[in-house]
């Protein structure tokens, strides 16, 4: 009586050293089971189907709408063609188009050599999200044999592009030090999210806290300022002051003088100015600090 056995081969993924079950024994009597010819382990098969799938999402926005307002263009082709883009930019444009300082080709370049090798013939001129649906459509992928050189090349640069959606581009608000213990990265998010995240540690914060938890520290600040100066950081908060309340709030002595800068311009407390501008007390908790901005937002949008 024999007995079959499932006969194994490595992952072909540089480093990688899993086990791929090639063949195995069927539970049913006398039926066959196919063999699997898959050239990369679960681990990477997944990371490389994650890879194509962020490419074919990201792609548009990396190509389109970032290369463009690199070069000064603006939606509809306008703006300023001889704007010189900035280095980060260039950077990404790289990225996407030309070879590194090593020889290896973008991921344009990369993209194209994996298509030939996989016999999908598109010239090197097809839009990059094209290229990546048709070598991700491909049906014997994770079986050929150049897949897994290209997957890892891919993934190198995928790990790099996604750092562009991430960077500060007018997009990502800071929001400051993470206070998680021992952690030195930064608290983050997109303009328009409710939650900011430290990309370092994992910790998250909602960002109505941390705007309350800041308001609070300027309601107890000391910091002296000029009229001009006042008027530029309430500004810079998100309220507007004009310069008669300004002036007003002087001459009843709600703002009283604190004193004069070298050139003898008057001082006042930036807080006592914040106090009025916003209408909290100085002993004012982040809960009612939240519950304040949270109106104030309701009647901006009835407005």
Request: hydrophobic share 30%; aromatic share 8%.
């Amino acid at each position: 009586m024999s007995f079959s056995t499932e006969t194994t081969r490595l992952c072909r993924y540089h480093g990688c050293w899993r086990d791929i079950v090639t063949d195995a024994p069927s539970p049913l009597i006398g039926h066959g089971v196919e063999p699997n010819l898959n050239l990369l382990c679960d681990k990477h098969a997944s990371q490389l189907t994650g890879d194509l799938r962020w490419l074919d999402r990201s792609l548009p926005d990396l190509c389109e709408y970032r290369i463009n307002r690199a070069y000064g263009h603006k939606n509809g082709g306008g703006g300023q063609s001889g704007t010189a883009p900035a280095p980060l930019r260039e950077a990404l444009h790289d990225l996407l188009y030309a070879d590194d300082d090593h020889g290896y080709p973008g991921l344009q370049g990369t993209l194209y050599e994996w298509m030939r090798s996989l016999k999908i013939n598109l010239p090197e001129s097809t839009p990059l999200s094209d290229m990546v649906r048709r070598i991700a459509d491909h049906p014997k992928l994770v079986e050929h044999s150049s897949t897994p050189v290209y997957a890892e090349l891919v993934h190198s640069l995928t790990r790099k592009l996604r750092r562009f959606l991430t960077d500060d581009d007018g997009e990502t608000v800071l929001y400051g030090p993470c206070p998680a213990d021992k952690c030195l990265g930064q608290l983050s998010c997109y303009a328009d999210a409710e939650t900011a995240k430290c990309p370092k540690c994992g910790f998250s914060m909602p960002v109505a806290l941390i705007r309350a938890e800041r308001v609070k520290r300027l309601l107890q600040s000391e910091a002296v300022r000029t009229r001009g100066e006042l008027l530029d950081i309430i500004k810079a908060c998100g309220m507007r002051v004009n310069r008669s309340t300004l002036r007003s709030w002087i001459h009843r002595g709600q703002l009283p003088q604190q004193g004069e800068d070298a050139y003898s311009n008057p001082l006042y407390r930036f807080s006592d100015f914040y106090r009025l501008a916003s209408g909290l007390s100085e002993d004012a908790d982040v809960w009612e600090i939240m519950q304040v901005s949270q109106n104030q937002s309701k009647e901006g949008d009835n407005k």
